[in-house]
């Protein structure tokens, strides 16, 4: 049985793959320094997957605290999810982003070598795309990050190259991510942000519950539809499925695999507020705000290459993803807190 160090596991894609890395055989020991979620996170996962996991708080910019881990349990592989990603953030603090993410990966990769551990599966995002000339967005299109974020990604993204580079014993596989939103079924877990959402479901899905008073949809001029801006969302847990195929196929690879795990479908803001207007039952107010910097009208993925290589595919639409975190809003109003 495989050992996989999931860092950031505590978070909200971490945590929801955890459930499928148990479920598929793999012993999990989760890595996070709690800076953007909590324990109870891992605590809930427990009672899903009805087993202990091990969990080691400490941070990947500490050489200390990953040392620890690797002399305490025999790791096989590491899926890297650990990271910060608030794009406005990224931009008034853009030192904390490539210290945390940039320093904190290359500390990681030189413990894990150092441990004879060269198996990695990388957390990367859609947002290394840029603005893109067309969509779907194919992987091998230029790549140009607008923020510090996006940079971050970009940065360790031809790190991991390098590495491979140097020494092809290491097996990498970089996933980039659309847009995850969802929650596992059951509604117990889900995303969980620490302050005003950047994102369009938790807005959605806090406006829904009377936490905010109404979303502000950024721009209704774009050349899409219905002209607000169209993203390709996907269910979390199709997104964690895409891990264990990844993990599961990772020895195999002799190169640095690089692949988007999307959809290949757009939907508009607007869309998605009818949708979850439908899930819930719930009417969502919203005006028409300017655009927001930075943003793009269109980004959906070509996802056949996930298809080709891992035998992975996303399965569910908007509906359940819509249902799925409502589900998880509505039970669960303050988040873990
Ligand atoms: P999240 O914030 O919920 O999870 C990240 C976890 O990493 C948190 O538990 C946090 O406490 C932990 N962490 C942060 N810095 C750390 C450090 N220095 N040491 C140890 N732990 C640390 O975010 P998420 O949505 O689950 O995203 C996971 C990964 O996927 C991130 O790398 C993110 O950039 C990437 N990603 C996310 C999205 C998205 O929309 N959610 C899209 C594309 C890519
Ligand atoms: C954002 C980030 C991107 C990151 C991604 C996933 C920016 C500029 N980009 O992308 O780097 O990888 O999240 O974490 O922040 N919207 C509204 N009202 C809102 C929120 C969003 O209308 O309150 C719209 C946006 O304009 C966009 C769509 O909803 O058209 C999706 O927004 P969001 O969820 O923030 O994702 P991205 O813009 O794709």
Redesign the pocket.
Known sequence: MKTILV?????????HTLILLIEAGYNVVV???????SIESVRRVEKIVDRAIEVVE????SREDLDRVFKRYKIDAVI??????AVGESVSEPIKYYE??VY?TINLCKVMSENGCKSIVF?????VYGNPASNPIREDFPTGATNP?GRS?LFIEEILRDIFISDNSWRIVILR????VGAYKSGVIG??PADIPN?LMPFISQTAIGKREYLSVFGDDYDTHDGTGVRDYIHVMDLADGHVKALDKIDSFNRVMTINLGTGKGYSVLDMVKAFERASGVKIPYKIAPRRAGDIATCYADPSYAREILGWEAKRGIEEMCEDSWRWQSNNPNGYR
């Open positions: 860092t950031g596991g505590a978070g909200y894609i971490g945590s890595f996070d320094n709690f800076s953007n979620s400490g941070d990947i910019r890297h999810f650990a990271g910060l990603k945390n993410n904190g957390s990367s995002s859609a947002t974020y990604k991510y659309f847009n995850p995303e969980d994102n």
